[in-house]
């Protein structure tokens, strides 16, 4: 079985992520995502949210699993039996990352390979923070998240629905 792994903060997941998982699932039998604790970010969604997000966001996604992780991902990985770490692209700023990431990564164990995808043009601006920061500011965050995460959105920021 070839299992995929694809960490991430995912506060909260956007469209450009679903892009990346639902492409990645074609490529594994299973694809573990995993909601990864990063002690250099702070997140405005608990690890619980984020998780339930993630969960009914890919509902209908047949071999994915939802997962958290506070391990190194590498070691996650080999312990869970995933091949492959999926990594998505934005633009060359994050290959410049991935590419640090994945040469670090292969130093720890050259039994975890890395596979890249190129997030779809019309996602190449997206992030979780433009998301956040947009919902700072009390705008519409609909076109970059899906229906539950954008009530999670609201909600959180104490947003009121548009009654026009």
Known sequence: MKIGFYPGSFDPITYGHIDIITRGAKLFDKLIIAISVNPNKETVFST???????????????????????????????ELGATHILRGLRAVTDYDYEFQMTNFN??????????????????????????RELADFKGDVSPFVPENVKKAIDKKYGIKPNTK
């Open 48 to 78: 619980e949210e984020r998780i339930k997000l993630v969960k009914e966001t890919l509902k209908d996604v047949d071999n994915v699993e939802v997962i958290y992780s506070d391990k190194l991902t590498v070691n996650h990985c080999i």
């Open 106 to 131: 292969r130093q720890i164990s050259d039994k975890v390979d890395t596979v890249f995808l190129m997030t779809r043009g019309k996602y190449s601006f997206l992030s979780s923070s433009s998301v």
